[in-house]
T-cell receptor, first 113, second 113 residues
């Protein structure tokens, strides 16, 4: 079964708006990663947040982690058309290993110019 | 610093043939993981190699195999190809320690006809 589940499955917004994607997971984790994938291409690493961190920023990205609710959110501020992509959260496999990641189905974000 | 390089980018093979995909990790990274991505199943972990040893294996048939060389480059082989093996195959490299980021290549798009 999927460890991470993103919500919503699809999101369409206008350029300049903020986009929020959520991820829920089932078991305890020591970190969570977010990735972006442009259509049919490789995954681009966005950010890793550790279980002892509540919030992390990287440029226009803000990630939060709530281990009590087993959930994370990715906020993209002032979105651009170039942000159009699928976004995935990934959680570690057995023993916290990041070399055996489990991915959700992803959120397809469309930013309209 | 060069990223993860996967070759070839695209492949078309006939059912029953075999195929070998290559992945060169980021310099200094000793862990290479392979993932299969399909529209129906999403991203699924295949296996992971660290210092030429397979450390983890996903739930795939024995037709899927891999190896890692002393320079950390990895190859993945699929024998007796089936139509359902058509997918985007992604490799990820990391330092290999717990909680370290995994960086992905652009993937190899395999089409089995």
């Amino acid at each position: 079964s999927q460890q991470g589940e993103e919500d919503p499955q699809a999101l369409s917004i206008q350029e300049g708006e903020n986009a929020t994607m959520n991820c829920s997971y089932k078991t305890s984790i020591n970190n969570l990663q977010w990735y972006r994938q442009n259509s049919g291409r490789g995954l681009v690493h966005l950010i890793l947040i550790r279980s002892n961190e509540r919030e992390k920023h990287s440029g226009r990205l803000r990630v939060t982690l709530d281990t009590s609710k087993k959930s994370s959110s990715l906020l993209i501020t002032a979105s651009r058309a170039a942000d159009t992509a699928s976004y995935f959260c990934a959680t570690p496999g057995d023993g916290g290993s990041n070399y055996k990641l489990t991915f959700g189905k992803g959120t397809l974000l469309t930013v309209n110019p | 610093k060069a990223g993860v390089t996967q070759t070839p980018r695209y492949l078309i093979k006939t059912r029953g043939q075999q195929v070998t995909l290559s992945c060169s990790p980021i310099s200094g990274h000793r862990s290479v993981s392979w993932y299969q991505q399909t529209p129906g199943q999403g991203l699924q972990f295949l296996f992971e190699y660290f210092s030429e040893t397979q450390r983890n294996k996903g739930n795939f048939p024995g037709r899927f195999s891999g190896r890692q060389f002393s320079n950390s480059r990895s190859e993945m082989n699929v024998s007796t190809l089936e139509l359902g093996d058509s997918a985007l195959y992604l490799c990820a490299s990391s330092l290999g320690g717990e909680g370290t980021e995994a960086f992905f290549g652009q993937g190899t798009r395999l089409t089995v006809v």
